[in-house]
T-cell receptor, first 112, second 115 residues
Framework: RKEVEQDPGPFNVPEGATVAFNCTYSNSASQSFFWYRQDCRKEPKLLMSVYSSGNEDGRFTAQLNRASQYISLLIRDSKLSDSATYLCAVQGSGGGADGLTFGKGTHLIIQP | ETGVTQSPTHLIKTRGQQVTLRCSSQ?????VSWYQQALGQGPQFIFQYYREEENGRGNFPPRFSGLQFPNYSSELNVNALELDDSALYLCASRYGQGPNTGELFFGEGSRLTVL
């Protein structure tokens, strides 16, 4: 089983729709969780950290389910500019020194 | 604008050659890490430096090595290049070294092609 798994998509979604992605992780000792956004041929940029209580930032909501070992990202009222690859990242229990483990990313295409 | 700059942006090498990639971090960012991102994959952690010492390493062979300098710059060196080393190499920096010490800022990357 891969450490961090995501559905690669692509997800083709009409503008204004709601879309949700899940990401599963295998290391139950993982400490921190993140969603990054990566545009084509660009660097990843932090979209949201994911907390146990869940967190919301505008149209974006992230949830963590430790029991089932997955995190989710919900995008409401999707915009054309939301088209990108969304990377899930997990930080291990070794502190920051073990780096982030990324999934392969989910490709999202918002259609007009 | 993340304040993390990498050079060169693109380069082409042949198998067996050596390459040095450079990164300049934001002032005060004493932790720098390097990632390899192959086409269609997520970034993979190569190693991390904190205050000029390597303090974490992913599953990469010793021919991948690095340096961090007091002026917040760093290098990734790869010896004996292989075709599979073709990838986008990302430098990332932040304050501190713990898991909750703030956002990781990525540079735009150096795209390496090995022929």
């Amino acid at each position: 089983r891969k450490e961090v798994e995501q559905d690669p998509g692509p997800f083709n979604v009409p503008e204004g729709a709601t879309v949700a992605f899940n990401c599963t992780y295998s290391n139950s000792a993982s400490q921190s969780f993140f969603w990054y956004r990566q545009d084509c041929r660009k660097e990843p940029k932090l979209l949201m950290s994911v907390y146990s209580s869940g967190n919301e930032d505008g149209r974006f909501t992230a949830q963590l389910n430790r029991a089932s070992q997955y995190i989710s990202l919900l995008i409401r009222d999707s915009k054309l500019s939301d088209s990108a690859t969304y990377l899930c990242a997990v930080q291990g229990s070794g502190g920051g020194a073990d780096g982030l483990t990324f999934g392969k990313g989910t490709h999202l295409i918002i259609q007009p | 604008e993340t304040g993390v700059t990498q050079s060169p942006t693109h380069l082409i090498k042949t198998r067996g050659q050596q390459v040095t990639l450079r990164c300049s971090s934001q002032s005060g960012h004493n932790t720098v890490s390097w990632y390899q991102q192959a086409l269609g994959q997520g970034p993979q952690f190569i190693f991390q430096y904190y205050r000029e010492e390597e303090n974490g390493r992913g599953n990469f062979p010793p021919r991948f090595s690095g340096l961090q300098f007091p002026n917040y710059s760093s290098e990734l060196n790869v010896n004996a290049l292989e075709l599979d080393d073709s990838a986008l190499y990302l430098c990332a920096s932040r304050y501190g070294q713990g898991p909750n010490t703030g956002e990781l800022f990525f540079g735009e990357g150096s795209r390496l092609t090995v022929l």
